[in-house]
């Protein structure tokens, strides 16, 4: 280890910045976060630096480097574009064994300064010794995903309920088991959902009366693409006990659930129901009151034809904590990956979301509005019901000319988009592999033009055209 990792305490000290440039600026930001004393050496400052200057957050030496403005100083930092300037620094500060630091100079370094993850008070920083800075800021970006931004409160909160917790609980593994739970439980998800009463409240029944109860969150995955899962979705998926996940949600996104929970398909397909909804409820109530963490991960967006509403009310009644993490759904994810704009100025100015799986004694769908044109029709689960769905929209007025796009396993590599015209949809439908989503508009058309995803894609009348030749 080349380098000792230390966290200085910087408040109220003396800390010398030689240079008024944008680097400088970079620099001089991180001291005054640190609430450190800042006195700036140099003719001229960048329209950063003297806005702050006139906030009077520094003090400003307008001169040329001096050794004597190093005196009393706890740190120093060069920031100037002269090389011979900076070495001087560096042996000035040795000299008066005063931590020095040359931006960009790893030899010229007593001390660096890493990348940083600031979650106050929780502090991470990353260096890769001065060797390769912007290796340790890509992985500084990288964790910034997985740290919510939600930490800095939780550490105060816990901060404040230590005592107590040393108090109640005498035992030091008491006391760790305690804290393991409320970090990766109900109370962190209070916290980060800013309900820092509630939060502290949940902490208290840990304490006090030994809650044991676990809390449902329900996430959305994503069309497929891992990619489209969002950042606190992954973090869910990361600090679940048990995950109940349905057919739509991808391989991909199945590897990201923490390796010892407990994976469980409760998946439904059209015709072929492996687990019902009954039986799917029955087990989050199970799990949850077990007192585990349950993620049910569904694809898409949970409350876009999800049930994901239904599956929260059943955690309501049961008194089962909850929370949601949105999903992109199917129509938004897949049409952006075919090239197919739901909206667009001269051919579409809205947008309508259908299911083509009704229950049986559901409302039957508004054809003549759904059929008026300059308007998209995204259609979930529609491949069964797709000559249904042709002949009433023809018969109410679309023109059976009209553009139509079917993307299965849309945003996936084996993505595929067949496209044709509103009369061929039944034909179109069998060609798409599932999950299919029916794209029915004038800006289906633009698949051909903004196409930019997979290779997969085939036109029905071109296909039929080289048949003919044939």
């Given at each position: 280890?080349?380098?000792?990792?230390?966290?200085?305490?910087?408040?109220?000290?003396?800390?010398?910045?030689?240079?008024?440039?944008?680097?400088?600026?970079?620099?001089?930001?991180?001291?005054?976060?640190?609430?450190?004393?800042?006195?700036?050496?140099?003719?001229?400052?960048?329209?950063?630096?003297?806005?702050?200057?006139?906030?009077?957050?520094?003090?400003?030496?307008?001169?040329?480097?001096?050794?004597?403005?190093?005196?009393?100083?706890?740190?120093?930092?060069?920031?100037?574009?002269?090389?011979?300037?900076?070495?001087?620094?560096?042996?000035?500060?040795?000299?008066?064994?005063?931590?020095?630091?040359?931006?960009?100079?790893?030899?010229?370094?007593?001390?660096?300064?890493?990348?940083?993850?600031?979650?106050?008070?929780?502090?991470?920083?990353?260096?890769?010794?001065?060797?390769?800075?912007?290796?340790?800021?890509?992985?500084?970006?990288?964790?910034?995903?997985?740290?919510?931004?939600?930490?800095?409160?939780?550490?105060?909160?816990?901060?404040?309920?230590?005592?107590?917790?040393?108090?109640?609980?005498?035992?030091?593994?008491?006391?760790?088991?305690?804290?393991?739970?409320?970090?990766?439980?109900?109370?962190?998800?209070?916290?980060?959902?800013?309900?820092?009463?509630?939060?502290?409240?949940?902490?208290?029944?840990?304490?006090?009366?030994?809650?044991?109860?676990?809390?449902l969150i329900l996430v959305g995955a994503g069309p497929g693409d891992a990619g489209l899962l969002t950042l606190k979705g992954l973090r869910v998926l990361q600090s679940a006990d048990v995950v109940l996940y349905d057919h739509l949600v991808?391989?991909?996104?199945?590897?990201?659930?923490?390796?010892?929970?407990?994976?469980?398909?409760?998946?439904?397909?059209?015709?072929?129901?492996?687990?019902?909804?009954?039986?799917?409820?029955?087990?989050?109530?199970?799990?949850?009151?077990?007192?585990?963490?349950?993620?049910?991960?569904?694809?898409?967006?949970?409350?876009?034809?999800?049930?994901?509403?239904?599956?929260?009310?059943?955690?309501?009644?049961?008194?089962?904590?909850?929370?949601?993490?949105?999903?992109?759904?199917?129509?938004?994810?897949?049409?952006?990956?075919?090239?197919?704009?739901?909206?667009?100025?001269?051919?579409?100015?809205?947008?309508?979301?259908?299911?083509?799986?009704?229950?049986?004694?559901?409302?039957?769908?508004?054809?003549?509005?759904?059929?008026?044109?300059?308007?998209?029709?995204?259609?979930?689960?529609?491949?069964?019901?797709?000559?249904?769905?042709?002949?009433?929209?023809?018969?109410?007025?679309?023109?059976?000319?009209?553009?139509?796009?079917?993307?299965?396993?849309?945003?996936?590599?084996?993505?595929?988009?067949?496209?044709?015209?509103?009369?061929?949809?039944?034909?179109?439908?069998?060609?798409?592999?599932?999950?299919?989503?029916?794209?029915?508009?004038?800006?289906?058309?633009?698949?051909?033009?903004?196409?930019?995803?997979?290779?997969?894609?085939?036109?029905?009348?071109?296909?039929?055209?080289?048949?003919?030749?044939?």
């Amino acid at each position: 280890m080349d380098y000792l990792p230390l966290f200085v305490d910087l408040r109220t000290r003396k800390v010398v910045l030689i240079g008024g440039g944008v680097v400088a600026a970079r620099k001089a930001e991180l001291l005054l976060k640190a609430h450190a004393a800042l006195v700036i050496v140099s003719p001229e400052l960048c329209p950063q630096l003297q806005q702050e200057y006139q906030q009077q957050k520094f003090i400003w030496l307008q001169h040329d480097y001096q050794s004597h403005h190093l005196n009393d100083a706890y740190l120093v930092i060069a920031a100037t574009d002269d090389g011979k300037l900076n070495e001087r620094i560096f042996h000035d500060a040795n000299e008066r064994k005063i931590f020095a630091n040359v931006v960009d100079d790893q030899p010229l370094c007593s001390f660096i300064v890493p990348s940083i993850i600031d979650r106050s008070p929780v502090i991470v920083a990353i260096s890769s010794g001065g060797t390769a800075p912007v290796l340790a800021r890509l992985l500084r970006e990288k964790l910034e995903t997985m740290l919510p931004t939600s930490l800095g409160k939780m550490a105060e909160i816990a901060g404040r309920w230590r005592g107590k917790v040393k108090e109640s609980l005498t035992n030091l593994r008491e006391r760790k088991r305690f804290w393991e739970k409320s970090f990766s439980g109900h109370f962190a998800s209070l916290v980060e959902n800013g309900q820092l009463g509630a939060a502290e409240q949940q902490l208290e029944r840990q304490l006090y009366q030994q809650d044991n109860s676990g809390e449902l969150i329900l996430v959305g995955a994503g069309p497929g693409d891992a990619g489209l899962l969002t950042l606190k979705g992954l973090r869910v998926l990361q600090s679940a006990d048990v995950v109940l996940y349905d057919h739509l949600v991808s391989e991909e996104i199945l590897e990201l659930v923490r390796r010892d929970a407990d994976k469980v398909c409760v998946g439904k397909r059209a015709g072929n129901h492996s687990v019902s909804q009954e039986e799917t409820n029955e087990l989050i109530v199970k799990y949850a009151l077990q007192g585990k963490k349950v993620v049910r991960l569904k694809g898409g967006d949970p409350f876009v034809f999800g049930r994901g509403g239904e599956e929260l009310q059943v955690a309501a009644q049961a008194g089962i904590p909850f929370q949601v993490v949105p999903g992109v759904t199917a129509a938004i994810g897949a049409t952006a990956y075919a090239g197919i704009p739901l909206t667009h100025r001269e051919h579409s100015q809205s947008i309508t979301f259908i299911t083509g799986h009704c229950r049986d004694e559901g409302a039957e769908l508004d054809w003549q509005a759904l059929s008026r044109g300059n308007q998209t029709l995204a259609i979930y689960m529609g491949t069964v019901k797709a000559a249904n769905i042709s002949q009433q929209l023809i018969h109410f007025g679309r023109d059976r000319e009209t553009p139509i796009a079917v993307i299965g396993c849309g945003t996936r590599r084996n993505q595929k988009v067949v496209t044709g015209q509103l009369h061929e949809l039944d034909t179109l439908a069998q060609q798409a592999p599932a999950p299919a989503l029916i794209v029915i508009g004038e800006v289906a058309a633009l698949h051909h033009q903004l196409a930019w995803f997979g290779q997969q894609t085939e036109d029905i009348r071109w296909r039929s055209a080289v048949l003919e030749l044939a």
